[in-house]
């Protein structure tokens, strides 16, 4: 049996939104290989760094927490011949936290200055240690 694993994947508030309500983990533009690496069981909580994707609104904000339900990747036929790939995550309640109080606890922040440069690659695992104090934070409704 494999152990249990945490992730941060990187999207718009407005994608973030489309996943939850769909049951969906799409991550760095659709691409397959950073599904691959989740399995059933493991935990994964967004962050949007902006509100809209083709908007610079910022939102800096920890938006959704949610578990791998199956092993399975498909595609979804979206408009325009674009076929992201996809998985199922149970998303469960929780409340939209900002990330800048977090930071001095978070131990993939390693610049705090610098800070944003953690996910600029758009999905990255993190410690159980780290999921949890986010995670708390998001069931709690407590981000400060």
Known sequence: MQHKRYWVGVASRDH???????GFAQLCHGKKAPLKRM?????????SPKVNLKENTPC???TALGKVVDHRIFQ????????????????IHSTEIPVRPLLPYLSF????????????????EISEKD??????????????
């Open 60 to 62: 800096q904000t920890f």
């Open 16 to 22: 973030v939104m489309k996943a939850i309500q769909g």
């Open 39 to 47: 399995n059933k069981g493991d935990w994964i909580i967004y962050y």
């Open 131 to 144: 999921f949890q104090l986010i995670a708390q934070k998001m069931v709690d409704g407590k981000g400060d």
């Open 109 to 124: 922040i390693k610049d705090e200055k610098r800070w944003g440069c953690s996910f600029r690659f758009g999905h990255f």
């Open 76 to 91: 979804f036929d979206m408009e325009n011949d674009f076929q992201p790939f996809r998985r199922h995550v149970h998303f």
